[in-house]
């Protein structure tokens, strides 16, 4: 299987441009042969924008359904941030499209990030794992992945690949460099961190998005600027994958 992250600036509430971003990296990496691209946190509108209650989209909403057509377009597999709406409410929600067009999974945040998520969206409950070809996939978002609990849980049921779009701002430089690979290693997973670059209203993000083996091995990384980056999911070496779910001694 082969992975892609684009990492690219806010579209700042403009859904049409988020779209057609967007629709650009899915008919490029698709032609690069990608089976999955995955995108940022609430792309759709906007991780930092004053109107993201506002710009909230249902499932069905037209800008689900051109996503949807675009997937199916490039023959690539998308997961993306956006702002779900369900009746009264709002969700920091991500959703899974195949490369067929079709809804495969939707995962809604479970580890909301300080007051302003707080105020603004009601946490997810669920792990959400669905299959991308022969591969077991699941869906954690930006804060979620940092939480070891919630990775062990989804290697326990058999997940090989998580992917996360995320909006992690500076100072946080640590969550690229270290946390992400350390959680892949220590759960025996490969980690797809799709973040944002440059500024957003009071936000600077570090950029930084990357790909992690299962081995913590760093198989892409951008830097601070727009990248589209795209690595193969590495074989798991059975001699080198973490023991720690067996070995753990309770005391």
């Known amino acids: 299987m082969r992975l892609a992250l684009w990492q690219g600036p806010s579209p700042a509430g403009n859904l049409e441009t988020a779209l057609e971003t967007l629709t650009r990296a899915l008919n490029a990496a698709g032609a690069m042969g990608a089976d999955v691209l995955v995108a940022p946190e609430i792309y759709f509108p906007g991780y930092n924008q004053p109107t993201v209650a506002a710009q909230a989209l249902t499932q ?8 949807r057509h675009a997937a199916q377009t490039a023959g690539c597999a998308l997961v993306v941030g956006y702002a779900e ?27 909301l990030y300080g007051p302003r998520e707080a105020a603004l969206y009601v946490p997810g409950d ?4 669905f299959t991308l070809g022969s591969v077991k996939a699941a869906i954690l978002i930006c804060y979620d992945v940092e939480f070891a609990p919630h990775v062990k849980a989804l290697a326990d049921q058999g997940t090989q690949v998580i992917l ?11 969550v690229v460099r ?20 440059g500024v957003e209203g ?4 570090v950029g930084g998005s990357l790909i992690a083996g299962p ?11 727009p990248a589209l980056l795209m690595a193969d ?15 753990l001694r309770q005391i």
């Open 60 to 67: 069905d909403s037209a800008a689900i359904g051109a996503l």
């Open 85 to 111: 709406r369900v009746a009264g409410t709002v969700f920091n929600s991500a959703l899974a499209i195949g490369a067929d067009g079709a809804l495969l999974a939707n995962y809604r945040k479970i580890q």
């Open 126 to 129: 669920t792990y959400v794992t």
């Open 164 to 174: 996360v779009p995320t909006a992690n701002m500076m100072p946080f430089t640590h």
């Open 178 to 197: 270290h946390t992400v690979p350390a959680m892949a290693a220590n759960h025996g997973v490969s980690i797809v961190y799709a973040n944002y670059c």
């Open 202 to 205: 009071d936000l600077t993000y």
């Open 215 to 225: 081995h913590g091995e760093v198989l892409a990384q951008a830097g601070e600027g």
């Open 233 to 247: 999911l590495p074989a798991r070496d059975a001699y080198r994958l973490s023991t720690q779910a067996s070995d």
